[in-house]
């Protein structure tokens, strides 16, 4: 390279490039220049809507580089105000590799590759506005466009520090610029000094700033003017990045120092290559190494300053003794953490307010502190753990705190596994074992069954390991958090914690002298990682160091180290085994040759058991695999001896079992392989554990168990054997006795409820795993199993008997008798999940309560429980607190839950059920902002009329049973809600749990420190409550935690407290003083000595998706009472059943006044109930609300003999959800219009109309072969939806179901078309499976909430996902035979988007599922384990559709933006227990193109590449899709809104139509598609008419309006030719007159204008009809001599209170009489809505006769003669007409009713037909000028027939 001298002391980039010539730089996409007003100077501006099409790249080529070497590198610019910007910079290192470093306000998280570093950009806002205020509280929230008040900002960035800091490279030069939209740019420069841009030429030489010193002013050219007597950092922002002062990489950076930089010289950082830093944290926000702009004025800040802690993390108390005193340390461990605690404030609260301050706290030294989220209290650091201080206070001497302290202890836990059931290791001396359970690790004695805890895991324990002589335990933690802790097992304490993997920690291994720990797991790309740590002086406090580590993409399953060798290390996984070698500080591997055997799986690996001495050429290793075969290995020659397979037995006969054996066949997966000196141990899915001799020639001993065994583990003194299974089991087999002992049971699920005999000392437990079980609480075993199809959700054991009752989620609740073993009762009452179930002490009634809201009453003191009384919507309804949604007083009398909504708490009767008390907990807290709402309740036992309500806002409330008063109140109970109390029996202290924590509360809160806190649970706690001895304190969550409760006997307490009133049945109770020492524990063993304090490890949050709202549905079949599905004739026409002739006639009257035909009315039936309600998202389909009704009596002609025939449907209905449907191979096109599906061939553009429905359709769906369309649609009159299935070949419906009560909100087909679906809508949540063969219901499932939408997957037929107001539900379809199961999961949202429905779905290839929210969020899911691993942002609003194809997802939102989403990286990101969002993970989902369309989206259909598509909006428009050019045709269009006329052009040519949108649109009448739209904001357009004139160019369409206006509209040229204004209200009617001179239109007042279209005046005003609304205009060309007045057209007005004026009139001359005054009567109207219209219009075959309809006496239409002045004929009608029109050919009169009748009549005759293929109200028709089409119109639905004649 040239020299560089050239380059200092700086280079501007822009004059170096000529930038305005863009010959050495590129120009792309929206670039211009311009002069800012602020610079006055020229600066470029960047723009676009996609930042990656507009940019500025220097230089322009990309094989061309700039050269430039300064070390820093400067940016002037500002970023556009609610945009988004990227800039990139290509540096170069020295090692010549190319590094990108971007940043950007989009990115919301740093992220790192070897060859990319993208940093988040934080725009600030203007000095003293709003936003800054913001920014200076909340700066990791305002990632995002920059504020309208961003300043101009002058960045620097140190390249030489960034890639050394976080690349561990050196810098060499910078290569190239990529300047993206949206910014405008001033210059760019590089130099190697540190340049100020607040300091001017002079203020430097007075400060004595020099380039020798590495520092300068900003160069003239390149800095911002500053004004007379202001100051540059008040008009300005500068940016370092490092910013001064940061103490890690990952701060945030701060704005410049306004104080000369040569005060910093000499802290500069030196330019020598810098170690890389490795720096854990805790949470997603504080990963980022943001480019933030501090808006604060800038300050000096002091050094080395002390931070300032105003917080303490929550914390909890440790609950194992430790042995040594931990509280004599030495003395300079006590300065050193005594320093440390200074930092941190204590804040004192009042008594009354939960106080969680007596907890205590490890401290750790100043140098080990790592830095927090917010909301995180976890702590990383590689050092070993310091003995535990307790934080105190200088007043805590005279506190009163909650004695003794602990409170509680760990005795015991029922559980095994959690994370893993792989894990679980002898002692050497073989009396004890060690495994975990979920977070805690347990060491239990096999002789006594005794165990040990080791408690500090945050999250469940993944692996265990050992050391040689078992004096050191190693421990690993799954998740994100993959912390490592060694542990000295002896004392329980814990060494050392340290982290390195990024998740998912799988592996552990100890050397056998305890020097070596290796450990495996994945890095941050989710590649396989292995790390070796030296531990050789853990043991004497040393710290822990990396010797080695190797990132690979081979898989490991099990990695070992040998026992023989520190440095030697074996593994095995998928299709692999390699050996290990450490060696000079690096990790080195070589596989072993498998041969033919390369494909395999393998689960184990085990060294030869021997003298470590033994020559290393004799080492044989033996690994297993999952296809049932056995190596042994030669180690030193890396080779395979020896195959051998594991095959089942031939053949079983009756005495014994047939010797396994190793030959060919089909193998049985071995999961697990452990070898002794003598023999090999094997551990495989089949469930047997089974013993061989080393030449494997035969089985010589065996056990089999419930389950598939999952680890073996051989004693070293080979006389036991430790097998685990899969299904929570452990034990062990003992070889010289031939004896198994099973060591722990254990639920495979969360445990969701617990019961306990007391007497019997029996517990008894409900799971998820659908079990319930019986244990021994002093021994630990299962006592009973009883398994069942339906799941378990809340037992109850009988006071007194063996007997005890357990609730299901399908409702039934079922009582058992333990003693024999038989069921009692079963009860079947419920409809819902039970969440309560309860017996009353005295054992006289049992109460259960289902999640429906229904309450039960039953007879306990007989055998059969038989039901006293049930009531229905009185409990709460929903599923969250369950299991304990009941409590019954000590004394037998009341009863209280919440209900009947959540806000009140109702005490009732026991006896009886009657409602004694309602307290609504909602009004005791006036000043919160939010309603309060009830979560569980709780009886004092020693004070009766104490209730305990814990509630949503973290309260705890005691309520008077009597009064209802507030008596007294704590809050802030836990960090999260209360979700199970507990008041011990006398009353003294009361039991809450949390989250993962539990709490005792001296019940009278008069202490100064009223509570403890306990931790050990890794998941959501789900009951806890007091043993019935109060000596013990049950848990139960992720496993079943027995507690140690230590409290004084109410005798022996020594404080200065009231004494509490006790009744005389917990008096008789109390112990004595003396017998203190001997109280019985809950265990039965005497208490010995008073229990010592002891300290807590930190409380750590563990993963924030709460897997405890994965709550399983239970598997539904069909049941009896499943609602028939009435079969419907194909070919029928609806419900009637009367039988009519082919052909039908009215009763014509001639010059008569007789009654016409009486039609009989439906019944209404009003139904009572609270309705459900509807949800609030647009997803969710909502019919249009209709006051019509379907008239049942109607009378449809035979097919072929229509009067009339659809030709054409006008529009589309976007009121629908998924209504159109798009086959792209195929061809087929369909989508719904009212109740008829429209289905088109795209290839041959024919069309055909599938008519059945009778209601609106709400959805549509077709098979994936296109020959079949399913539809459905509300049914009518209150009867069940329709769904409709079309042969689309013929347009023959093959099939209906008649099943949902409401609407249904989607259909769906599976991938094979074997299966269909149809989703109920908010009013019945239910899904229906039915098989598309037979179209027979295969089974249901209902749940809570509404379901917005629902999809199969595409890879695997027998799985589909819903989404909807209570998150997602994943389902598994299960065949057995001919019965089909629905297996349902719902997992609820993650918390990350807040509380929001999921509103679509779609799948992702085969592994993901996206669904979007109703606040604009993409969520990404793992379908296998139904997680969240991943969201972003991807609209403001609520997204209603999402589309997959390949890696491209479309999202449609009410927003009206129709986005393309390229997201192949989600495939990259590993699914894991943590959400984390899009941004902030780094994960690139880029938005690749985005179009607005005309309204909310509600259906897509695109093809397999996603480059075009169909897409359907709520204006009624269907747009075709080009993504390729980005470009949006319609397609299909329609209105929106109701549409008030539609009138035919003079020559047939176009039609037009208005709506109350106020649009008035033309139409092509040859392809009914649209010409041009006349749109007036705010309007709505009454009526429309055309301009007499056929001359294309002088066609004109007028239009009134509400605002009283007239407009008129030129069709050639597009465009409003006048406006006109004679009426000062809405205009009802408009009408040119037959020659065109006048313009006749009527306004809601009854005046009528006649108006010139020529200059626009108002010619004349009538106002005969005044006070009337106007219902019609119209006018004929007929001469007025026959009827004595002089004019050449007649024209005729009808009003609303049935008067009929008929005028003569000759324009041109200025003539306008009346002709005739009609008046019709009619009785009072007494009905709710508005009567009928009255309409008249002139017979086109007599303009002599004027036939008039309105409310009457009768319904009839009357012909009234002008010449003889009275009705000469009558047609009576069924209905009160809502339009006609009459045809000048044939004689036909078309009527529409509100009865959604179109009736064809010949007024002749009184023959007539009815057509039903509207589902609203017809109000409007209109027959041709020619007579040969007819339009019909019911609110938006437009249907254009063709007339055939009757």
Known sequence: MASKGWQHPYVNIFKHVRVEDWKRSAKVGDVSTYTNKTLKCPVLQIRGPVPSNSYILVPKNSNQSLELTGRYFYLLFRPTPDKYFVVHLDVSAEEGQVVRISFSNMFKEFKSTPTWLQFPFLCGAAKDSVY????????HGLVGPAPTSVRWTCLMLDLQYTLSVYLNRCYSHLKSVKLCANMAVKNMLTSDLLLDPGVSFSEAKLMGLASSQGTGPMPRDMSFPVPKGTSWHDLYDYIRFPSEGTKLPFDSIQKGNPRPEAICVSNQRNPIREESRCVNLSKPVKDRVSLIQQITSPKSLPRNRTPLVTSIPELGVVTTHQKDDWLSHKDDEHRQESACSSSHQLTFRPPYEADDREVHVYVHPEEGFSKHGEESEEEFVCTPVPHPVHLSSSKETRQQKLLPDPILRLNRIIGFGGATTTCALWTKSGDAVVYPCHAIIVSMKISSYQQRFFIGHTDKVSALAFNGNTTLLASAQTGNHSVVRVWNYHKGTCLAMFRIHAHSLSSLSFSHGSGILCGVGKDSHSKTMVVVWNTLNVSKGGEVSILAKAHTDVDIHTMKVAFFDDTRMVSCGRDNIRLWRVRNGTLRSCPVNLGDYHSMDFTDVAFEEGNSNKCLDDRTLFASSRSGYIFEIDYSRVVIRNVRRLLP????????????????????????????????????EDGFLRLWPLDFSAVFLEAEHEGPVSLVSVSSDSLQVLAGTSTGNLGFLDVSSRGYNTLMRSHTDTVLGFSVDGIRRHLTTASSDGTVRIWNMDSLHQLYDFASEDS????????????????????????????????????????????????????EFMYSADSQGSLALYNASEEDHNVIRVVCNVVARGTERAPDALAVSSDSRCLAFVGPSEYIVTVADSRSLDELLHVDVSILDVESPRLDSALKVCFSPSFTEHLLVATSANKILWVSTKTGRLLREVSKVHKHQCTSLSVSEDSRFLLTAGHNAVKVWDYEMQLDINSQMFIGHSQPIRQVSFTPDQLGIVSVGDAIFLWDFLAHPVDSLTDNRSPLRLSSSSASKSVQPDAVSRVQLSNGMPRQTAPLPSSPPPRLDVSTLDHGDQEALASLSICDDTPTIPAVPASGSGPSSDPRPAISFLKVTELDHTSSLNTSHMDAVELKGKKPVRPDCYRHFIPRFKTSTLDQAAVVPQPGEEGIKLKAVIGYNGNGRGNMVWSPDQGLFAYSCGCVVVVEYLHTGSQRYLQGHSEEISCLAVTNDAQTVASAASGSNGSRSLICIWDVQNGTRRDTISYHRGAVQSLAFSRDDRFFLSVGDFSEPEVALWSSKTFQLLSSVSVSGPIHDAAFSPSAASQLACVGGQGAYFCLINTHGLNVDLKVQKVRAPPEVGDVELTALCYHMDSFLFTATNRGHVCVWDINTHCCFMTWEADEGEIGVLLCRGNRLLTGSNTRWLRLWEVEAVRCVKPQEKVCNAEDSGTMVVLEQEIMLDGTTVSAAFDSTMDMGIVGTTAGTLWYINWSDNSSTRLVSGHKTKVNDVVFSTDERHFATCSQDGSVRVWSASSNELVVQFQVLNQSCGCVCWSPSSNKDSACVAAGYNDGTLRIFRLASSEMEMKLHPHNIAVTAIQYSVTGHVILSAGKNGLV??????????????????????????????????????????????????????????WLKDKCDLLDWLTFPAPAYFGDDSPPPSLAAFCPADPSLVVYTGYGVEKELSFYSLAKKQIIKKIALPHWATCFSLSCKSQLVAVGSKERVLKLIKSTSGRFQDFMQHSDSVHMCHFSPSGLLLFTVAYNEILLWEVQGL
């Open 649 to 684: 037995a031939q053949q079983q006969h009756a005495h014994r079992r047939e010797k396994f054996t190793f030959n060919t066949g089909p193998g049985i997966a071995i999961n697990s392989i452990s070898v002794s000196s003598s023999f090999c141990a094997t551990g495989s």
């Open 792 to 843: 378990p959700c809340s037992v109850a054991f009988h006071p007194s008997e063996q007997v005890f009752s357990c609730g299901f989620s399908s409702g039934v609740v079922r009582v058992f008798d333990i003693s024999s073993a038989k069921l009692l009762a079963e009860h079947k009452q419920h409809r819902g999940e039970v969440v309560g179930l309860a017996f009353s002490p005295d054992g």
């Open 132 to 139: 800054e205020s913001t920014a200076k509280s909340a700066r």
């Open 1649 to 1706: 204008a006649v108006s010139s279209p020529v200059n626009g005046a108002t010619i004349r005003v009538i106002r005969d009809h005044k006070g009337a609304p106007i219902t019609t205009i119209q006018c004929v060309n007929e001469q007025c001599k026959n009827f004595g007045l002089e004019g050449n057209e007649m024209w005729l007005a009808a009003s609303a209170d049935r008067r009929v004026s008929v005028w003569a009139a000759d």
